[in-house]
């Protein structure tokens, strides 16, 4: 159950860049809505992330968030803002997608 909630903050990590994102692009109180989504989206995150920490090994729940958040605000970066999806930036989300499997494997 605690992976699934690392997934889970990791999934709002990429909603609260995303939500930045968007907020840069708005204009008027479209803006206001974009960073009020950051804060719900950043608070449900952190508070799943002090959560999961409980149970799993700080280090690697923390690198796992972040990687998530990573790769996932790349995607997202590539698929609703428009930027280039180069051969090295995909050769590189993909090592770092290799990298949170193995420390879930590895992990106790």
Known sequence: MNWI????AGLFEVAFATSLGKAKEATGIESTYWYIAFIICLVI????????????????????????GAVGTVLVGIFVFNEPATTLRIFFISTLIISIIGLKVVSH
């Open 5 to 8: 909630l690392l997934v889970i």
């Open 45 to 68: 995150s952190m508070s799943l992330l002090l959560k999961v920490t409980q149970h799993l090994p700080i280090g690697t729940a923390y690198a796992v968030w972040t990687g998530i």
